[in-house]
């Protein structure tokens, strides 16, 4: 049985940073690509941000230069790194293994003052 553990969020201000991370289990993770995902209130849920099995990357446009997405192999888990938060990314925030219709419960990221 896969599972994907989210877990990161919180509420922050305006220009403040987090990191959120998604520790998986059940599938050999190493040779999945894995993305970030996230739903605002009253939207579609969004792509975000992806991580090939050897490491590259892709980007939304809403979140390039200010998002960065990493993994550790050796610990089964996807990392975002967000900086310079802004209102607009306040969402319920999840990782996925691309590939597989396997999804995190989210963890909530709130960007107010």
């Known amino acids: 049985q896969v599972q994907l553990v989210e877990s990161g969020g919180g509420l922050v201000q305006p220009g403040g940073s987090l990191r959120l991370s998604c520790t998986v289990s059940?599938?050999?993770?190493?040779?999945?690509?894995m993305a970030w995902y996230r739903e605002a209130p009253g939207k579609q849920r969004e792509w975000v941000a992806t991580t090939s099995s050897d490491g590259r990357t892709g980007y939304a446009d809403s979140v390039k230069g200010r998002f960065t997405i990493s993994r550790d192999n050796a610990k089964n888990t996807v990392y975002l790194q967000m900086n310079s938060l802004k209102p607009e990314d306040t969402a319920v925030y999840y990782c996925?293994?691309?590939?597989?219709?396997?999804w995190g419960q989210g963890t909530q990221v709130s960007v107010s003052s």
């Open positions: 996925t293994v691309l590939g597989r219709n396997d």
């Open positions: 059940g599938i050999v993770f190493s040779i999945y690509a």
